[in-house]
């Protein structure tokens, strides 16, 4: 099923928990009978949680009545002023998986039902849950069963810096963006949706970035190893920006204006990679590893530059072999995040 159909399933569903009166398990009922997979519809469920808690404001009466007593603790005071009821229902999730307050703390922060009941039933079963994680297993094997071989990997970085050098404002921002997303490892809707941001270091290739779309607490920022001087991979971006004229895009919309574009570029552009856009983070993260020096293993240094939750992730991106890549190490030290310093330093 396309994109658009996605979106159709995605606005008719919030739609009836909104303004139409159904119950959660009337919408569940409603995406189970359109989604074919449990991955479309994890997908579409995951859309129209979204859609719909955009729309709440935070129980905030009840939050302050049950934290109050836990303010002096770190991070309380910071999870009450949080500017969105989708950033609690995340962190509340997290807390769940990872607490981090003390046990009186966690335990009134669980205690209070972020949620209406009917878009809290919003979710797949456990059935479903099980069945989906089956299915990632399955494709994460298959996908481990073929490599891609890129070869003159230098002269491919060399070619996306110049094509970032040579940027310019009658470009269109698919143009400008497909060397970007090669040289910076990001997603499409981390690079092009306005938002996110890149800030020089003291380090000549290297930035830190904030914008994660699929990090708990996007808000962090943490450093990353470009794959060319940090002055002409912002020169491109600060183009592609005035392009876009401002623009800030949600990740739905910004796959769907730029998937296409970029698709149709890439074969043009990078007929050699032998890849889709999304698997240019697979390239970019061997080209990394190889370049910057680390003690590290390949999935533990992904994990961190690509910034990922888990480790698991990582391995959908070791499937690239580089040929003639340039100097091992010569970019120096992979740059670690000091989040990543003094959670090790606490363990």
């Not at 949620?115 to 994460?140: I, M, N, Q, Y």
Request: proline residues 5%; charged residues 20%; hydrophobic residues 40%.
């Amino acid at each position: 099923m396309g994109r658009r159909g996605g979106g159709a399933k995605h606005d008719v569903a919030a739609s009836m928990l909104l303004e139409g009166g159904a119950t959660g398990d009337q919408v569940m009922a409603f995406l189970r009978s359109k989604c074919t997979t449990e991955a479309a519809l994890s997908c579409t469920v995951s859309r129209v949680r979204q859609s719909v808690i955009a729309t709440l404001s935070p129980p905030t009466a009840q939050l302050e009545e049950a934290l109050a007593p836990f303010r002096s603790e770190d991070g309380v005071s910071g999870f009450l002023q949080l500017p969105s009821l989708n950033e609690m229902v995340r962190l509340q999730a997290a807390h769940r998986a990872d607490p981090r307050w003390s046990d009186a703390a966690e335990a009134a922060l669980a205690s209070v039902s972020l949620l209406p009941p009917e878009v809290d039933k919003l979710r797949l079963s456990a059935r479903e849950s099980a069945g989906l994680k089956r299915t990632r297993e399955v494709s994460l094997l298959k996908r481990q069963e073929h490599v891609t071989h890129v070869h003159r990997a230098h002269e491919w970085v060399c070619y996306a810096t110049a094509m970032a050098r040579a940027a310019t404002v009658t470009m269109s921002p698919a143009q400008i963006a497909l060397p970007l997303l090669l040289l910076c490892g990001r997603r499409t809707t981390e690079l092009l949706n306005g938002l996110s941001t890149f800030t020089p270091t003291e380090r000549a290739t290297v930035v830190r970035f904030r914008g994660a779309i699929k990090k708990r607490g996007a808000d962090s920022e943490f450093p990353i190893p470009l794959l060319c001087d940090s002055a002409t991979f912002l020169h491109a971006l600060g183009v592609l920006r005035v392009v876009q004229a401002g623009e800030q895009l949600p990740p739905d919309e910004c796959n769907q204006r730029y998937a296409w574009p970029l698709k149709m570029l890439l074969s043009t552009v990078f007929p050699a990679l032998a890849c889709d856009v999304h698997q240019l983070r697979s390239v970019y993260a061997s080209l990394a590893y190889h370049l910057y020096s680390s003690s590290m293993t390949f999935n533990r240094a992904a994990m961190l530059f690509l910034g990922h939750e888990k480790i698991g992730t990582s391995l959908s991106y070791n499937r690239v072999l580089i040929h003639d890549a340039g100097v091992a190490g010569s970019y120096g030290p992979m740059p670690v995040s000091s989040e990543y310093v003094n959670k090790v330093a606490h363990i």
